[in-house]
């Protein structure tokens, strides 16, 4: 049994902690958008900024950092205080196999906060690629691998993730044609440069409307709203090439409970809001189900990501380290 004087001892040295964490927020909160600076994935970041500053009554301040493995090690390396938190996609999931050197760990160096969105993948190919349909896009690139380029934005982005899928399924291995960022790599497919891709429906939903790239599937359960003619993977024959590019809320690990649970629910409250939920439509992209942005469910959907996807990144043999 502690000490009377010992008791008193923790007591003391727990009260600060305890009113940090009631007190919390004292000051504006940073969101690191693990990624290039208008991309997806810092989008997503600050329209979810704009509604959290309204639920924790202090500004929140986005600054887009990429590539995202250093993102990941910033926000690693940050005082554990719930004053720096990032947002950031599938790719971490990737990025406990892709990286076999990492100076962190994933999950341990991380307190997830909770889902903040799904995005689904969308399949195209340059305008005059010949197949007519999913089946026979899958079929030429198992047939002509030596000859297609597939871009990507990297081994850890979701567009290379769901190239995985889709060469695992065609049984091919085309060239892997590496871009900064998804949206060069669209004005190369558009010239006729680059074949085929994986890429978010909110980046190619635009080109694809416009005939400017050929759409073959989408890798969501269900068909989209914006592209009610396009087929779903699923029910092309190819339930395989499935995906969600989903982002998630991250602070470092060791943030006190209270703090977590304090921005997870700003977050939930952000995500039910009418204006983000309409801004969020507009990229093609569902706002998490409230059941979903919690700390619990997060860190256990995190470890069913990097398991499922290790197998797959073992199988390709393509590392980033």
Same mark, same amino acid.
């Given at each position: 049994?502690?000490?009377?004087?010992?008791?008193?001892?923790?007591?003391?040295?727990?009260?600060?902690?305890?009113?940090?964490?009631?007190?919390?927020?004292?000051?504006?909160?940073?969101?690191?958008?693990?990624?290039?600076?208008?991309?997806?994935?810092?989008?997503?970041?600050?329209?979810?900024?704009?509604?959290?500053?309204?639920?924790?009554?202090?500004?929140?301040?986005?600054?887009?950092?990429?590539?995202?493995?250093?993102?990941? &090690? +910033? %926000?690693?390396?940050?005082?554990?205080?719930?004053? $720096?938190?990032?947002?950031?996609?599938? /790719?971490? *999931?990737? !990025? =406990?196999?892709?990286?076999?050197?990492?100076?962190?760990?994933?999950?341990?160096?991380?307190?997830?906060?909770?889902?903040?969105?799904?995005?689904?993948?969308?399949?195209?190919?340059?305008?005059?690629?010949?197949?007519?349909?999913?089946?026979?896009?899958?079929?030429?690139?198992?047939?002509?691998?030596?000859?297609?380029?597939?871009?990507?934005?990297?081994?850890?982005?979701?567009?290379?993730?769901?190239?995985?899928?889709?060469?695992?399924?065609?049984?091919?291995?085309?060239?892997?044609?590496?871009?900064?960022?998804?949206?060069?790599?669209?004005?190369?497919?558009?010239?006729?440069?680059?074949?085929?891709?994986?890429?978010?429906?909110?980046?190619?939903?635009?080109?694809?409307?416009?005939?400017?790239?050929?759409?073959?599937?989408?890798?969501?359960? &269900? +068909? %989209?709203?914006?592209?009610?003619?396009?087929?779903? $993977?699923?029910?092309?024959?190819?339930? /395989?090439? *499935?995906? !969600? =590019?989903?982002?998630?809320?991250?602070?470092?690990?060791?943030?006190?409970?209270?703090?977590?649970?304090?921005?997870?629910?700003?977050?939930?409250?952000?995500?039910?809001?009418?204006?983000?939920?309409?801004?969020?439509?507009?990229?093609?992209?569902?706002?998490?189900?409230?059941?979903?942005?919690?700390?619990?469910?997060?860190?256990?959907?995190?470890?069913?990501?990097?398991?499922?996807?290790?197998?797959?990144?073992?199988?390709?043999?393509?590392?980033?380290?």
């Amino acid at each position: 049994m502690a000490t009377p004087r010992r008791a008193l001892f923790a007591l003391a040295a727990a009260l600060p902690r305890a009113a940090r964490a009631q007190d919390f927020p004292s000051r504006p909160v940073t969101i690191i958008a693990a990624g290039a600076a208008g991309g997806p994935t810092d989008t997503i970041t600050r329209i979810l900024a704009d509604s959290m500053g309204r639920h924790l009554s202090h500004p929140v301040v986005v600054e887009a950092v990429g590539p995202a493995n250093v993102a990941t &090690q +910033r %926000l690693a390396q940050s005082k554990p205080d719930g004053y $720096t938190l990032m947002v950031t996609n599938v /790719g971490m *999931a990737a !990025s =406990a196999t892709l990286f076999r050197h990492l100076p962190y760990d994933i999950p341990g160096s991380f307190a997830p906060l909770g889902l903040v969105s799904d995005a689904a993948m969308t399949l195209v190919a340059r305008p005059d690629f010949p197949a007519r349909d999913l089946k026979a896009y899958v079929e030429a690139l198992g047939r002509e691998k030596d000859k297609l380029n597939l871009a990507t934005a990297g081994l850890s982005s979701a567009a290379n993730l769901c190239g995985l899928l889709l060469q695992k399924a065609a049984g091919g291995q085309a060239t892997v044609v590496v871009f900064r960022g998804t949206g060069p790599a669209i004005g190369e497919m558009m010239a006729g440069r680059i074949d085929i891709m994986c890429d978010q429906a909110t980046n190619t939903v635009p080109f694809i409307r416009d005939n400017r790239v050929k759409a073959y599937g989408v890798t969501s359960p &269900q +068909r %989209l709203p914006g592209l009610p003619d396009l087929p779903t $993977t699923a029910e092309a024959g190819f339930p /395989g090439i *499935a995906m !969600s =590019a989903w982002h998630g809320l991250f602070a470092p690990a060791g943030t006190p409970e209270p703090v977590q649970e304090a921005i997870a629910a700003a977050l939930r409250r952000a995500l039910r809001e009418e204006r983000l939920r309409t801004r969020f439509a507009d990229l093609l992209t569902e706002p998490a189900p409230e059941e979903r942005a919690t700390p619990a469910f997060h860190r256990r959907f995190l470890m069913e990501e990097v398991e499922r996807w290790r197998p797959i990144i073992h199988a390709a043999g393509a590392y980033a380290d």
